[in-house]
């Protein structure tokens, strides 16, 4: 059982197009983060929500928790080539050892 | 850069054969993760370490151990592959692992394949 789910699982849009990822849960997480992966190489943390309802941005990128801290979303704007990779939000349960719950991931492709 | 290194890269093997792993980091983190990555799946935790032979199960641990004798060092082992082992793992720290909401800083994984 997925405890987050990411949605949509794919997605392939026009360079200069917006786009939101959703990340939702069932389950209270004490922080979200989000990763980009690209080929070859491990995810990179983008940022990391904390409190409910907080709104964090980079650059085109518009990070959002959810006021029960149990979903989130990226909104990212004029989608650029460049933003192509997968995105991955994780949950952490604050639990001992700073265990992370992933998400399926959300593959973008932008095209030119 | 978080000074992690996983090898090998890339290794291909025949059900039933040993396979170890193995994530070298640079900086004396007490906290270490293995996970798989498989389509549709994001990343699920294998095992993971929170000191010199500190270790715990994850939600996948099924057929793997792991083991880590030194800080620098955690080996992932799986005794015998099986084809559903097929994947790509990553190896990741956490540099305030006592925290909470502390991120992951992840290798470039291994990608390996059981015929």
């Known amino acids: 059982t997925q405890l987050l789910e990411q949605s949509p699982q794919f997605l392939s849009i026009q360079e200069g197009e917006n786009l939101t990822v959703y990340c939702n849960s069932s389950?209270?997480?004490?922080?979200l983060q989000w990763y980009r992966q690209e080929p070859g190489e491990g995810p990179v943390l983008l940022v990391t929500?904390?409190?409910?309802?907080e709104v964090k941005k980079l650059k085109r990128l518009t990070f959002q928790f959810g006021d029960a801290r149990k979903d989130s979303s990226l909104h990212i704007t004029a989608a650029q080539p460049g933003d192509t990779g997968l995105y991955l939000c994780?949950?952490?349960?604050?639990?001992?050892?700073?265990?992370?719950?992933f998400g399926g991931g959300t593959r973008l492709m932008v095209k030119p | 850069d978080a000074g992690i290194t996983q090898s090998p890269r890339h290794k291909v093997t025949e059900t039933g054969t040993p396979v170890t792993l193995r994530c070298h980091q640079t900086?004396?983190?007490?906290?270490m993760y293995w996970y798989r990555q498989d389509p549709g799946h994001g990343l699920r935790l294998i095992h993971y370490?929170?000191?010199?032979?500190?270790?715990d199960k994850g939600e996948v641990s099924d057929g793997y151990s792991v083991s880590r004798s030194k800080t620098e060092d955690f080996l992932l082992t799986l005794e015998s592959a099986t084809s559903s082992q097929t994947s790509v793992y990553f190896c990741?720290?956490?540099?305030?692992?006592?925290?909470?909401?502390?991120?992951?800083?992840f290798g470039d994984g291994t990608r390996l394949s059981i015929l």
């Open positions: 994780a949950g952490d349960r604050n639990n001992a050892g700073n265990m992370l719950t």
């Open positions: 389950s209270v997480f004490s922080s």
């Open positions: 929500v904390v409190t409910g309802g």
């Open positions: 900086e004396n983190h007490r906290y």
């Open positions: 370490s929170y000191g010199v032979k500190d270790t």
């Open positions: 990741a720290i956490c540099k305030q692992g006592a925290r909470a909401n502390q991120p992951q800083h």
